[in-house]
């Protein structure tokens, strides 16, 4: 399922995750719908540049993942009319150094599990 903004504006319920950067700026990639009120920045990535320094590595990364799928499931747990569609968070631009298949794939499904108000979009 391709999200756009079109989408978005006519699913008002429901809130596009996608993988951010630490400063919440930039809109590269599925960052480009950030200014949508119904989108949530999962981060995934230092800065929004391209150099090495702005990419985690899986065992730096792993910290960060806990505090925002912490962050993330409380918030999905405290809008339980809202429709939270998790895109594939740190598997694009964000994954220089592989966080998606050594961090986030393996874990975010099971650690959304029992959230009843979650689609995964692939």
Not at 71 to 79: C, E, G, T, V
Request: charged letters at 25%; aromatic letters at 12%; hydrophobic letters at 40%.
């Amino acid at each position: 399922m391709l999200i756009t903004r079109q989408y978005l504006e006519e699913h008002p319920d429901h809130i596009f995750v996608f993988g951010d950067n630490e400063l919440h700026t930039g809109k590269g990639g599925a960052a480009a719908l950030r200014d949508m009120q119904n989108t949530y920045g999962f981060v995934t990535k230092k800065r929004p540049c391209n150099q090495d320094v702005c990419f985690y590595r899986p065992d730096e990364y792993m910290a960060i993942y806990l505090d925002e799928i912490g962050i993330l499931a409380r918030y999905i747990a405290l809008s339980p009319d809202k429709t939270f569609l998790i895109s594939k968070v740190g598997a694009g631009l964000a994954n220089r150094f592989g966080i998606f298949e050594v961090v986030i794939e393996p874990r975010i499904k099971n650690d959304l599990r029992g959230l009843g108000n979650v689609r995964f979009l692939w």
